[in-house]
C-alpha cells in the first residue's frame, strides 16, 4: 500500500532553515506529482508547493523565494527546503500523493517558528 512518512520538523528561530524529508512506498515515485502542503491550528490545510513528474514546480505565494522543493527519484523522496522562516509558517506539514484521484497523505511533521 501507499506510504507516504514524513521527518525534519522541529523548533527554529524566526530566519532559520529547516529541511524536510518524505519518503514515499508502495507506488511507482517517479510517475506522480508529490506536494507539501501545511495546516495551522485553526485553519484550512494549504498548498505549500508542488513537484510534478518532470521536475516543474508551483508555490504557494506565501513562500516563493524561500521555500524550495525537489525530488529524488531514485530514493523515492521529496524535499522541501525551508529558508528565512517566519512565526506564520508554524503549522503541521504533510506530503501528499495524488494517484488515480485519490489523496495519500503523510502522518505529518510539527514546524513551529518561534524565538
Known amino acids: 500500500q501507499v506510504q507516504l512518512v514524513e521527518s525534519g520538523g522541529g523548533l527554529v528561530q524566526p530566519g532559520g532553515s529547516l529541511r524536510l524529508s518524505c519518503a514515499a512506498s508502495g507506488i511507482t515515485f517517479r510517475l506522480y506529482a508529490m506536494g507539501w502542503y501545511r495546516q495551522a491550528p485553526g485553519k484550512q490545510r494549504e498548498l505549500v508547493a508542488i513537484i510534478f513528474s518532470d521536475g516543474s514546480t508551483n508555490y504557494a505565494d506565501s513562500v516563493k523565494g524561500r521555500f524550495t522543493i525537489s525530488r529524488d527519484n531514485a530514493k523515492n523522496t521529496v524535499y522541501l527546503q525551508m529558508n528565512s522562516l517566519k512565526p506564520e509558517d508554524t503549522a503541521v506539514y504533510y506530503c501528499?500523493?495524488?494517484?488515480?484521484?485519490?489523496?495519500?497523505w503523510g502522518q505529518g511533521t510539527q514546524v513551529a517558528v518561534s524565538s
Open positions: 501528499n500523493a495524488r494517484i488515480a484521484g485519490r489523496n495519500y
